[in-house]
């Protein structure tokens, strides 16, 4: 077959984030001598039927790769699923080509066979794709059976199957099977570690990374792939693997250079966690302390770096290399501070917990000491939790003083997480669990483990669907932050009254500081990010940065965003305070 590779971004939610996978697959499908185009619906989400039918009125790929970020807000008030719209997409995208379709992504990769059925398309990819994508592309190209290429999921007559590698390398030298539906593999063997991914600016057919940035107020950075912890709420370990897949240091670098140099300057990294494999990360941030040092035409000197991390390991080595590098903003999610709630939830690979508060404590002392903003997460909700229990944690995070501390409620249970596995067994099919809720189920939710499915994709569909194929998003909040727990079964059943509790427990002089979950009607401000007005209000007001980093300007922020389309004689979509 001949025709370009076409790789398509579906996501519709604003403030835009760039498809960095994007850049990483037509980097490598570059590099294996393939043409690439890239299709970005994000800026065409209002006539993207217009745009779709456009490129394949001119173009014929060979193949078509989407990719799935996100499958839904992940914000257990609102359950709004984007996998609808995708499918929606993806089926006019079948209907205008016989090219087959590959799907992949984080998201894709929290339930690839189940997302591989659902949106009806012929191949999925579960973990990072660049690998595997290539060695589709060849078998594509030259007309081979693709049923032998690893990692590859495909979609047969029998439903999704994975081919999985021969064997998996676990740590010095050791090897371990492969499970057919590749939960927790190590996928460093799925990375490219070497390649400085190319990211364009204003080039037709590729990322527009310059004009995301004007958006969205962020660019993105990968340092490395996958997650050696297991914390039992989380996606990553599972969907990017259980190693680290370290990037090649002087390729990092030189990428971050080549965004400096296009105008991106505020960068954000988009590991699992920065702190995590904290060698590797101290390394990264002497290299570019040396390049600052060594020219100061570098553009790296105007880097504006914004880090996720954990509490720990976080000493002062690594706080003036973060602020040496040009570090602006640590956001930490530090979760809770009672041991016995994170016992068992923030865990590593072997189950023991990895920090303790005296290391949130730390971390944003040694931020502050060296003029680097904090934003601090607290997650409520999850097993254990009570009405005290979280207000010794509100009590203890707000005496942080960190630039914003964010409160969340409830939590989103995802097919692979050690939490929604654990749910599914004690479900076994036959029990709901007290806890587990979600907007649009007609009854209590009974889950399955995957050894009582007939197929990965059964045990999947069920975290995002009901028996009828209607969407019905699980979710869980402790049933102990109920008046009544024993309505925790209730389908009707909703957790508004805990959100107001957690509201009652914030002095409102400290309001500006702090974001909260709110239901309908509660407040103009949340902390979802989708299609968020005061998120949106800043890419329009040209502000960059880490969105939080903003929040406590907020009001006067959305005053100006009002005012100025009030003057360009637009609606603003922006709610009045009252």
Request: hydrophobic share 35%; proline share 7%.
């Amino acid at each position: 077959m001949s025709g370009p590779i076409l790789l398509v971004n579906p996501n519709k939610v604003h403030p835009p984030i760039a498809p960095y996978a994007l850049d990483v697959l037509t980097t490598a499908l570059e590099d294996a001598g393939f043409e690439v185009e890239v299709l970005d619906l994000t800026f065409r989400r209002d006539d993207w039927k217009t745009c779709l039918h456009e490129y394949f009125a001119e173009r014929s790929p060979m193949l078509v790769g989407v990719t799935v970020r996100n499958t839904d807000t992940v914000y257990a008030f609102e359950q709004r699923p984007f996998v609808g719209e995708h499918r929606e997409i993806i089926t006019e995208i079948r209907r205008l080509t016989d090219a087959p379709v590959v799907g992949g992504g984080i998201g894709f990769s929290t339930m690839p066979f189940a997302l591989v059925e659902y949106f009806g398309i012929d191949y999925g990819v579960k973990g990072p794709g660049e690998k595997i994508l290539c060695e589709l592309a060849v078998a594509i190209a030259e007309g081979r059976d693709t049923s032998a290429i690893p990692g590859l999921i495909r979609n047969t007559e029998n439903g999704a199957v994975r081919t999985p590698p021969a064997f998996l390398t676990v740590r010095h030298g050791e090897t371990q099977q492969a499970d057919p539906t590749g939960r927790f593999e190590p996928r460093v063997w799925q990375v490219d570690r070497l390649s400085v991914y190319r990211r364009r600016s204003g080039v037709p057919n590729r990322v527009d990374n310059l004009q995301y940035y004007r958006r969205g107020g962020l660019g993105s950075i990968l340092t490395k792939n996958g997650c050696a912890y297991r914390c039992s709420h989380c996606v990553e370990p599972d969907a990017k693997g259980t190693r680290y897949g370290q990037r090649e240091l002087a390729s990092v670098v030189d990428e971050m250079e080549s965004l400096a140099a296009q105008g991106i300057l505020d960068q954000h990294t988009t590991d699992s966690e920065f702190n995590l494999s904290v060698v590797h990360a101290k390394n990264l941030l002497r290299e570019i302390v040396r390049r600052r040092h060594a020219d100061p035409e570098n553009p790296l000197n105007s880097l504006r770096l914004w880090v996720y991390c954990q509490p720990s390991p976080f000493d002062e080595e690594f706080a003036d290399l973060l602020a040496a590098a040009g570090c602006r903003g640590v956001n930490v999610g530090s979760d809770h501070i009672r041991p016995e709630v994170l016992s068992g939830w923030k865990v590593t690979e072997k189950g023991g917990t990895y920090y303790t508060f005296a290391d949130t404590e730390r971390l944003v002392r040694l931020c502050h000491e060296r003029g680097i903003l904090t934003m601090v997460e607290a997650l409520f909700g999850m097993p254990g939790e009570t009405p005290e229990t979280v207000r010794a944690c509100v009590d203890a995070f707000m005496a942080l003083d960190a630039t914003v501390t964010g409160f969340s409620l409830g939590l989103r249970l995802f097919p692979y997480t050690p939490m929604g596995m654990d749910l599914a067994e004690q479900c076994a099919g036959e029990r709901t669990v007290p806890g587990l809720q979600s907007n649009t189920a007609d009854g209590p939710i009974v889950l399955k483990p995957l050894r009582m499915c007939a197929s990965p994709a059964e045990y999947e569909r069920q975290f995002m669907f009901d028996e009828h194929g209607n969407f019905r998003l699980v979710c869980y909040f402790s049933p102990d932050l109920l008046p009544d727990p024993a309505r925790a079964t209730d389908p009707e059943e909703r957790w508004h009254g805990a959100v107001t509790d957690l509201w009652a427990l914030i002095d409102p002089a400290d309001h500006h500081r702090v974001m909260l979950p709110t239901v309908e009607g509660m407040s103009e401000h949340d902390n979802n990010y989708a299609d968020n007005p005061f998120l949106t209000s800043l890419g329009g007001l040209g502000y960059t940065g880490a969105f939080w980093s903003h929040w406590r300007g907020r009001e006067e922020i959305m005053r100006r965003a009002r005012e100025s389309a009030e003057a360009a004689g637009q609606s603003s979509h922006l709610p009045t305070p009252v």
